[in-house]
């Protein structure tokens, strides 16, 4: 047998030559536009300002809400490699509610590096001390351990009574269907 015209008995095995390797073949047209993966810019993203009043709401169903608030995955753009959420203003966090027998068991530890240097702080106590760190550490623990995570946590703001600073921005208020049962 002989090879077919226009094609030659020295070229290699699976080198694109022949008929169904031009660019004229069905395989490079389409009558179909291409779609492409959306890819939000820095420059589209926008940031709003979202107040939460916490009097009441549970602390682990109000860390879940606003860590989602902050990465923005109530966005229909969001992208986690990007800070696509919004600035989240926290009210009233100590007033914030804990189920079951937290309010008495629940312990926050830390520890300084050195050789016994194990703290033990509990919530009533957290509570008088510092009111607001509760909450703030229990929406870090929600959010990226990286630098996308630090951004983000820097959005976060969090007051332990019912005042803000922040009236300027125009902060939309965030309602929860279930507060504290």
Do not use: C
């Amino acid at each position: 047998m002989s090879p077919p015209p226009g094609s030659s008995t020295s070229i290699a095995r699976g080198t694109p030559t022949g008929a169904g390797f031009t660019d004229s073949s069905p395989r490079h047209e389409s009558s179909t536009p291409v779609t492409r993966t959306f890819s939000p810019k820095p420059a589209d993203v926008q940031h709003d300002w979202i107040v939460i009043d916490a009097t009441d709401v549970v602390l682990g169903r109000l860390a879940t809400h606003a860590a989602a608030l902050l990465r923005g995955k109530h966005k229909a753009t969001f992208a986690q490699h990007m800070d696509m959420g919004d600035y989240v203003i926290i009210i009233n966090a100590d007033k914030v509610a804990l189920t079951g027998s937290k309010l008495a068991k629940k312990v926050y530890y830390r520890h300084s590096g050195y050789p016994g240097g194990l703290t033990a702080t509990s919530y009533p106590e957290m509570l008088e001390k510092h009111p607001t760190r509760a909450v703030e550490k229990a929406i870090r623990g929600m959010l990226p351990k990286n630098t996308l995570g630090r951004e983000q946590l820097g959005k976060l703001k969090v007051y332990a009574g019912p005042e803000h600073p922040h009236a300027a921005q125009q902060p939309k208020a965030y309602t929860f269907d279930q507060v504290a049962q």
